[in-house]
């Protein structure tokens, strides 16, 4: 059965401090990994991985594979309050169809 | 653009009620997902459509869970009849590339007491 483990499952840090949230994954045909944001509402798409090694970046936010030990992190920098968030990995499974096979989450908390 | 649309955004029955939500994906986005989110849970796949077929329903409880889309475009997910468990967001998403939802509805939070 795929599955996808992140860890932490809850994170509290202080603005400014910076973070690596894991994870791992055990899927057949992998595609690609994918990261999101989750507020209150709808997961915003963050990054999608493929290859190994290449870091992803988007401002404080950053992300890579590693596709031989099968997980990735997400890291952020100097982080705000409007950061808190809970933070999903999911894994593009292909086989056949299309199915993202979701993480259980990390909750980030921000406090000023 | 317009983002996925879902209503009803919440939904109160009773257990043993029948419940329906609707989706509005984006205009032209050919996949369609119905999602579900357990408290601190991530997402579970129930279905997935390409245009108004079905490519993946493995994990939609079919004796109560009914989805469809016709004509290709907006979709509903329907419960007969709901059990406690099923309290959950349920959330739509659309795609137009082959690799995966990236473009997520607000969802629906059912509660079912």
């Known amino acids: 059965e795929d599955k996808v483990v992140q860890s932490p499952l809850s994170l509290v840090v202080h603005e400014g401090d910076t973070v690596t949230l894991n994870c791992s994954y055990e899927v057949t045909n992998f595609r690609s990994l994918l990261w999101y944001k989750q507020e209150k509402k709808a997961p915003t798409f963050l990054f999608m991985l493929t290859s190994s090694g290449i870091e992803k970046k988007s401002g404080r936010l950053s992300s890579i594979l590693d596709k031989k030990e099968l997980f990735s992190i997400l890291n952020i920098t100097a982080t705000q309050t409007g950061d808190s968030a809970i933070y999903l990995c999911a894994v593009d499974t292909q086989g056949g169809s299309e199915k993202l096979v979701f993480g259980k989450g990390t909750k980030l908390t921000v406090n000023p | 653009e317009a983002g996925v649309a879902q209503s009803p955004r919440y939904k109160i029955i009773e257990k043993r009620q029948s419940v329906a939500f609707w989706c509005n994906p984006i205009s032209g986005h050919a996949t369609l997902y119905w999602y579900q989110q357990i408290l601190g849970q991530g997402p579970k796949l129930l279905i997935q459509?390409?245009?108004?077929?079905?490519?993946?329903d493995s994990q939609l409880p079919k004796d109560r869970f009914s989805a469809e889309r016709l004509k290709g475009v907006d979709s509903t997910l329907k419960i007969q009849p709901a059990k406690l468990e099923d309290s959950a967001v349920y959330l739509c998403?659309?795609?137009?590339?082959?690799?995966?939802?990236?473009?997520f509805g607000n969802g629906t939070r059912l509660t079912v007491t």
């Open positions: 998403a659309s795609s137009s590339s082959d690799w995966g939802p990236n473009n």
């Open positions: 459509f390409q245009n108004n077929g079905v490519v993946d």
